[in-house]
């Protein structure tokens, strides 16, 4: 079975972690399954944006404990264990997480490494690896107090409580609540949103927003307004402001 389904609606495509008999927690196969997806979503140029899901009752409940409960330090170190899940975080166009369910642990830290969270009403998000005699290791314990702040996301770390999705939502790890029936439609409404836009400009913005958690606000800013600056020499542009002066609909050719 396919570990990872995808689906494509018109620019967007879909992209379905598949592991109901574990509620999706991710293994190897997954992971290589993704880094797959992810390679030919980069470089698709007619594709605008990526979803990534899971079931109603799961986004991913965490890392395969069952494959990983007797990995020895030495394996762990020497394959650089989890490096895997990276290029989530590295995939320059943009991805929307949907969260259903379970986001726990990996799970959690997945949907983290998308650019935002919508999320269903029956959403959970937690870190619950301390309960495993571990700790987070995918970023966990780095992306989830630059979205919630220290306070929240030490308690998530140290008790590995889960929090429902309004907390998540009031802590600002969630972008937006909707009904369970309606989280598929909602988010690919806003990927078709994005796909709309200038491919160039989205993926500016995307890395100017990221960067605003890597360094100093000074460094941000100048980072900013130099690519606020290149994007005067984007087609894009010209076409994006002519059409608002113009009272017409933009179309964007990503030049
Ligand atoms: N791994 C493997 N199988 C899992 C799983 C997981 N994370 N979560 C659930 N399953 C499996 C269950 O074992 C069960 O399988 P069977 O027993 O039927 O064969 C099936 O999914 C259904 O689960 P439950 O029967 O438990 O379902 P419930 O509705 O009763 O409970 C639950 C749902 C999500 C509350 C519960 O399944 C649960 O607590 N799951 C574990 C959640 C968890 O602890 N997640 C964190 C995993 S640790 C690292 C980097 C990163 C990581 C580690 C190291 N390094 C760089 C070294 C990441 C670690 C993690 O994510």
């Not at 079975?1 to 196969?29: F, G, S, Y």
Request: aromatic content about 8%; some cysteine.
């Amino acid at each position: 079975m396919n570990t990872v389904i995808t689906e494509r609606h018109d620019k967007v495509l879909l992209v379905r972690l598949n592991r109901p008999e574990a509620l999706n927690a991710i293994n190897e196969q997954l992971a290589d399954d993704l880094n797959e997806v992810l390679a030919t979503y980069e470089k698709d140029e007619t594709l605008g944006c990526m979803v990534l899901t899971g079931s109603e009752k799961a986004f991913a409940a965490g890392a395969d404990i069952k494959e990983m409960q007797f990995k020895t330090y030495a394996e762990a170190y020497f394959e650089d264990f989890i490096c895997k899940w990276d290029p989530l975080a590295r995939t320059r166009k943009p991805i929307i997480a949907a969260v259903a369910g379970f986001a726990l642990g990996g799970g959690c830290e997945f949907a983290m490494m998308c650019d935002f969270i919508l999320a269903a009403e029956n959403a959970k998000f937690g870190q619950p690896e301390i309960k495993l005699g571990i700790i987070p290791g995918a970023g966990g314990t780095q992306r989830l107090p630059r979205a919630v702040g220290k306070a929240k996301a030490m308690a998530l770390a140290l008790t590995g409580r889960m929090m429902d999705v309004n907390e998540a939502e009031r802590a600002g790890l969630v972008s937006r609540v909707v009904p369970l029936d309606k989280l598929m439609e909602e988010t690919l409404a806003a990927a078709l949103m994005i796909c709309e836009y200038s491919q160039l400009a989205v993926m500016a913005a995307k890395e100017s927003v990221n960067r605003a958690f890597e360094g100093g606000l000074a460094d941000g800013v100048m980072f900013e307004r130099r690519l606020f600056h290149a994007l005067f020499a984007t087609q894009d542009q010209k076409e994006g402001m002519d059409a608002f002066v113009n009272k017409r609909k933009a179309s964007f050719k990503n030049a």
